[in-house]
């Protein structure tokens, strides 16, 4: 239905083509780009191999973290040169997290604590696919819950959804937006284009804007209109604005492209990107080292993109997420093991920041998950539901989310 | 009606009759004329069964199959055993090292490196609990395992795409792609499946994908790949539950080597794993809504307590272990299995689910969906799900009955299935002539289409209908994949690799196009098509900006030959990109990556 619908507005931005690319873009899409421009975006950021929540939200106030992690807990604030910054007396963030810091500040962040999956899995495989399934322990889900949201919410006969309202910087698409709704996955920008020179593009264009009205010809005809927008928006001259400094990282560029994408107006509401090197079995090290290193890199990225987007972080929330914590003891290697609740972020304009959000459960070992890891006290569904609804205007969470009850958001939103 | 049950009746005659025909000599006996009116013609049918029956048509194949007879081709496909594949077999001998080992002796040879690396840290404890730097020994060690693991996924990968390319025996290898997807596992599932996947493709899936259902759902119930994949390898008898042996007796694990059973540490916490048992109800056999209940799962799960595995150093390979294993009475989709039974348990369990009559339907449904249509007729599912249950699920005979249907051969069903990433890049290798490669790079445009071989991660397998293949971003990587072929970076596939091609580089515009149309659209284009690719003109083009699909430079260097290899450093290091800028191309090539590139190609 709404390819075919489609089609047809593609034959009408074949007439248009010669003119302003704002006009093409309009007529091709039947956007208003004045509510596009407005538009609300989510993007997530997925930490693959289990972020050690306690060193990165560190509950300074907690004696027993310091006795489980004897050489490897963040010193309390100010009792070191790198030490907690201190959020609230209790909680301080990882010194690598200075970057963040700011936001909190400004009470755009809102950590959570102890959240993540009920499923009892330590298995990163089975966690990150109930993460990104949104249904702890049921395997046999096909799609995504990005997906399903998609899905679910803002499509209608009349309007078409812009080509990039869902995007993965990623080789592929992952888990999380897998399903029937489009999304589509790029590792950078400047790949989306025929890669060809000559006029091999545009006698392609043809093959695909002649012949029948199928959902080849309709993804082709599709995608050469994404390509022209995109075009249209020249991502090649970005500049990133208010001084924001992105990482060349890989995941520093990834991120530097979604705020690119996100300033093009092109319709994105859903973006994703993953960063690795999380599983620190050895060596993890403190206020320095190997997760430091690993933080430092994720709270730029981060800060770039907010600084970069500036107002615009009105509309966009920021969702962090990690497969789960890891043991509240360190281990022999001077790392720590798989264990079970971790920590979110949720950062954003609107989002009622400032607070550390969740219940704590406490670190003595009565108080841990099978006796060794950050128990559970707020299921990750719970969050994921608020932001699609409070932030996103989901209709219905209960499709998104199937037999889980969201009735108690944690306020994230005010 | 009539017409239909005598036909089933004459194919199983034919059968029959070719009973010992394993080591025989291809004896082509005249294949029974067609009962039935076939819609498509006699160019059509033959293109139709080298894009379903096979991964594409080769340069001669066309011909080949002409020459040979149709039915009598499609009768000697059903028959892998009789075509000589001597020279692919040959190639893999030659150029693979892991493909023929088992998971054990691979694990053994080349260990997980994360944990080999923590082992090593361990060992090089100070007292301190800080961990000594890596010694140079130690760290060659981590390298070789590192590029063990490499190397054994590289081939694997690898051979899967050339056994497409390259095998006369292409039905066995579509229906060997239809089980590893039907039956599919994850290569990153945790560190020891990557082990597991040739043992499960050359040993499991594909000796079986044209033999007894219920052989192959038992092979692959006692696959390392599965048993790992679907965590059935860990799942034991519930606390509650009564155990056929003692905890700490005679019949556990360490019985065979004479000493008192201790459940492995890894096992002294955890019960009952369900997961294997409910996707062997909804994926494997009844289908989802094959009605059963969730106390069917439970069930099946419990059938199939203490189906597990030996670890390396034991040599690997399935075991039951009694001591894991729920020796209470169960109830399975009706069928009462009585209490104190071992693996017989788990064999009746799947004898159960495999002549369910929900199963015929579903595994029925399901080859009509991949070999005729994404929405095939009601009526050929019924039969071929009635041949299903009449042969107790003989694979072989449900496919002839589905391949042999006035339904297969209907206007209706040419060219309506959208090819997989796979089934594009192995189909444009053949179209060219390729020869089968060891390099990885087939194999990895694979995944770079959108479908990384192993790399489905969800039990359900990659989707089986066009609409879930076609989106912009796929569109536009199977448009750079034809691209990239036609400026020879394929390896092994030569854009000028194709049947007459080298008389046809010289030759007039008309002569081209036709040759490639032969070549890679199966002899048939529509007329606009056709008008395209003589013109070298785009009619619409000279109303469009003509800058608008130019590529975009890019930013940060080109991507070289190599594609991985060659990536890009700045903006982006370690942003693979799979498709780099290519040049413009000319001449045949030009018209070769146009065909690749266009609609007609993206379908079968």
């Known amino acids: 239905m709404q390819r075919r619908a489609f089609v047809k507005s593609g034959a009408l931005a074949l007439v248009t ?52 992690r004897p050489t490897i807990a963040i010193p309390a604030p100010g009792l070191a040169a790198r030490s907690a910054l201190d959020l609230d007396g209790f909680f301080g963030l990882h010194p690598s997290l200075a970057p963040l810091k700011p936001l909190w500040d400004r009470q755009m962040l809102a950590p959570i604590h102890a959240v993540g999956s009920p499923s009892s899995t330590r298995s990163h495989f089975d966690a990150q696919d109930y993460m990104e399934s949104g249904t702890p322990d049921l395997k046999g889900t096909s799609d995504g819950w990005l997906n399903r949201y998609l899905a679910t919410s803002g499509t209608c006969e009349q309007c078409h959804p812009s080509p990039f309202r869902a995007v993965a910087m990623a080789p592929q698409t992952p888990r999380i937006l897998q399903g029937g709704a489009p999304a589509v996955a790029m590792d950078s920008l400047d790949q989306f284009a025929v890669r060809t020179g000559g006029d091999a593009a545009a006698r392609i264009e043809a093959l695909y804007r ?40 890989q995941f520093g560029q990834r991120v530097r492209q979604i705020a690119q994408l996100i300033k093009s107006d092109i319709g994105l509401e859903i973006a994703f990107a993953d960063v690795g090197g999380w599983d620190t079995h050895v060596n993890q090290g403190g206020a320095t080292g190997q997760l430091a290193g690993r933080l430092d890199d994720f709270a730029t990225s981060i800060a770039a993109l907010v600084t970069d987007l500036g107002d615009r972080m009105e509309d966009v929330v920021i969702l962090t997420m990690s497969e789960f914590g890891r043991m509240a003891k360190q281990n022999g290697n001077g790392g720590t093991d798989h264990g079970h609740a ?73 | 009606m009539n017409r239909t049950s005598l036909l089933a009746a004459a194919m199983v005659a034919a059968a029959c009759s070719g009973g010992g025909r394993a080591a025989a000599p291809p004896a082509p006996e005249p294949a029974p004329a067609p009962a039935f009116e076939r819609e498509q013609t006699a160019d059509q049918q033959v293109a139709h069964v080298l894009s379903r029956l096979a991964f594409g048509a080769r340069p001669r194949d066309v ?32 150029n693979y090292q892991t493909l023929t080992q088992t998971p054990a002796q691979l694990e053994t040879r080349w260990p997980p490196p994360g944990v080999l690396a923590n082992q090593i840290a361990a060992r090089n404890r100070t007292a301190g609990g800080a961990a000594a730097p890596m010694g140079r020994a130690d760290s060659a060690r981590l390298r070789d395992a590192q590029q063990g693991v490499r190397l054994i996924t590289t081939e694997v990968q690898g051979a899967r795409v050339a056994r497409a390319v390259a095998s006369e025996r292409q039905l066995l ?237 209907a206007h209706a069903a040419y060219r309506s299935k959208v090819k997989t990433p796979f089934e594009v890049v192995v189909s444009a290798a053949r179209a060219l002539g390729a020869q089968p490669d060891t390099s990885a790079r087939a194999a990895q445009i694979v ?39 036609a400026a020879g970076r394929l390896p092994g596939a030569s854009p000028v690799g194709f049947k007459d091609a080298d008389i046809l580089q010289t030759a007039a515009r008309d002569l081209q196009v036709d040759g490639v149309i032969a070549a890679i659209l199966g002899g048939d284009a529509s007329p606009d098509t056709r008008a395209i690719l003589m013109t070298g003109e785009n009619p619409l083009a000279k109303a469009a900006d003509s800058t608008a ?25 370690g942003v693979a990109r799979p498709f780099g800028q290519l040049p413009p191309l000319r001449g045949l090539p030009l018209i070769v990556g146009l065909a690749l590139g266009s609609p007609e190609f993206q379908r079968r």
Request: net charge positive; with cysteine; glycine share 14%.
């Open chain 1, 210 to 249: 002649t012949g029948s009205a199928d959902i080849i010809h309709g993804a082709g005809t599709e995608m050469f209109e994404a390509v022209k927008m995109l075009r249209a928006a020249n991502p090649q001259r970005y500049q990133a604005e208010h001084g924001a400094g992105y990482p060349r990282s």
């Open chain 2, 173 to 409: 290898e579509v229906m060997t792609d239809f089980w590893l997807n039907h039956f599919s596992v994850y290569d990153a599932k945790g560190p020891r499946q990557r082990y597991m996947l040739a043992d499960y493709e050359n040993r499991v899936i594909r000796p079986n994908a044209l033999g007894k259902f219920r052989t192959l759902l038992g092979a692959v119930a006692k696959s390392e790949a599965m048993l790992f994949y679907l965590d059935n390898w860990e799942s034991q008898a519930d606390s509650t539950r009564p155990r056929l042996a003692p905890v700490g007796g005679r019949g556990g694990r360490g019985a065979g080597r004479g000493g008192a059973a201790q459940l492995p540490p890894q096992l002294r916490r955890g019960g009952l794993n369900e997961n294997y048992g409910r996707e062997l109800l909804e994926l494997h056999t009844l289908g989802v809504d094959g009605g059963y209940t969730q106390q069917d799962v439970i069930n099946a799960a419990r059938a199939l307590t203490g189906w597990t595995f030996r670890g390396p150093a034991q040599g690997g390979g399935f075991q039951f272990v009694p001591v894991m294993h729920d020796a209470g009475a169960k109830v399975l989709l009706g069928h009462k299995l009585a209490a104190g039974r071992g693996i017989e348990d788990g064999e009746e369990a799947l004898d159960i689910v495999a002549r369910h009559p929900s199963t015929a339907k579903y595994i029925a449904t399901k080859l009509a969906r991949r070999l005729v249509s994404d929405t095939p007729p009601g009526a050929l599912v019924a039969r071929a799900a009635a041949t299903f249950t009449r042969t107790d699920g003989d694979l072989r005979e449900t496919v002839r009955t589905i391949i042999m249907s006035p339904e297969f051969f």
């Open chain 2, 63 to 94: 011909d080949k199959v002409r020459a040979m007879g149709l039915d009598r081709w499609i009768d000697a496909q059903l028959h892998p055993e009789q075509v000589d594949d001597a020279a692919l077999e040959r190639f893999l001998t030659d």
């Open chain 2, 447 to 485: 995944g770079q289409l959108g479908q990384p071989i192993y790399g489905h991660q969800a039990p359900n397998g990659w989707p089986e209908t066009g609409d879930q293949w076609m989106n912009t971003g796929a569109i536009l990587n199977r448009i750079n994949f034809g691209m990239v072929v």
């Open chain 1, 17 to 68: 083509m010669g003119l302003s690319p704002s006009f093409l873009r309009r007529a091709a899409f039947g956007l208003d780009l004045r509510g596009a421009a407005k538009g609300k975006v989510l993007i997530c950021l997925f930490q693959r191999g289990a972020a050690d929540a306690l060193n990165v939200v560190v509950p300074f106030g907690e004696r027993a973290y310091y006795q489980w």
């Open chain 2, 549 to 573: 699909t130019a590529p975009m430079p890019s930013a940060g260097g080109r991507g070289g030959r190599g594609g991985r290899g060659g990536a890009p450093p700045a903006p982006a290091p």
């Open chain 1, 342 to 414: 971790g920590a979110m972020f949720v950062i954003g304009g609107h989002v009622k920041g400032g607070t550390v959000f969740g219940r704590w459960p406490g670190l003595e070992r009565e108080q841990l998950y099978e006796g060794r890891d950050l128990a559970l006290t707020t299921d990750f569904r719970t969050v994921f539901a608020e932001v699609t609804a409070r932030h996103l205007g989901a209709p219905s969470v209960g499709a998104l989310f199937p037999g889980f009850d969201s009735s108690r958001p944690l306020g994230i939103f005010g």
